[in-house]
């Protein structure tokens, strides 16, 4: 259980169990430097690398990265192309490592209706690491929680009753467990369509820092916040 205000105890990660990120402001970091915003997202890759790890190394059962929204297809066309090629690198260079070291991979979202070759490299990732019983790591890709939850709903329905316990198990988050926190980058404070249904009584952090200047001593930052915070679930 999450008790309220539990030391950052000898696990580590405080009875966090699934921390999620909405990994924002590669466009802005970019802008800073004068320079273009591809090169903010590349920046991004690299943070995504080194929070995996940390995240790993914490111990942590869950990390969910929201890297692509379903709103995200409004981006001019050479952006999207910039992100789906980073795609691409990503699952090609770190399948590897997530094999060695015992990470699931999960994809959350749309991901079927990305380009071809990458729902190749995305089945074959999904499929060398299935058995894997380490951190679970959840990419948000062509993700919307309302389209999300809009699915699971329908499901349940075409199996009977529609309850909040049949449209959970037809969340696309489905056998993680239950969502602890949420972080956002970059000093915006909404959501953006991100896990809705699963945030219900997740705790919120936010920070200024861009995602490309985002450490893993932010991660544990965070991670220490949520420690401190009292969680009743409307009890008292
Ligand atoms: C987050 O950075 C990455 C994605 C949404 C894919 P942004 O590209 O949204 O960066 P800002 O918000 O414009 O700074
Ligand atoms: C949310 O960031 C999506 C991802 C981080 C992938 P956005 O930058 O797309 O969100 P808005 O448009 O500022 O709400
Ligand atoms: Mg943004």
């Not at 056998?175 to 219900?200: H, K």
Request: net charge negative; proline share 3%; hydrophobic share 45%.
């Amino acid at each position: 259980m999450n008790s309220a205000a539990a030391p950052a105890g000898s696990d580590g990660v405080a009875g966090c169990r699934h921390v999620a990120i909405i990994m924002d402001g590669n466009g802005r970091w970019a802008r800073k430097r004068l320079m273009p915003r591809a090169v903010g997202h590349k920046r991004g890759v690299e943070v995504v690398r080194e929070v995996t790890r940390a995240a790993r190394d914490m111990g942590l059962e869950a990390l969910t990265l929201y890297a692509f929204s379903s709103e995200n297809w409004k981006r001019p066309a050479d952006e999207v192309a910039d992100l789906m090629g980073l795609l691409r690198g990503f699952i090609r260079n770190d399948i590897d490592e997530f094999v060695a070291n015992n990470v699931r991979l999960r994809v959350i979202g749309d991901y079927q209706h990305l380009a071809g070759d990458i729902v190749d490299l995305i089945e074959d990732a999904l499929a060398r690491t299935a058995l894997n019983t380490g951190t679970q790591l959840a990419i948000a890709l062509n993700y919307g929680s309302q389209q999300e939850i809009a699915r699971a709903a329908a499901l349940a329905a075409a199996e009977g009753e529609v309850t909040p316990e049949t449209i959970e198990v037809h969340l696309d988050t489905h056998g993680m467990p239950p969502l602890d926190l949420v972080i956002r980058t970059s000093g915006e404070e909404r959501l953006s369509n991100f896990l809705l249904w699963q945030a219900a009584y997740a705790e919120l952090w936010f920070t200024d820092v861009l995602w490309p200047d985002f450490t893993p001593a932010h991660l544990k930052e965070a991670i220490d916040a949520f420690a401190m915070r009292e969680r009743r679930y409307g009890g008292r």
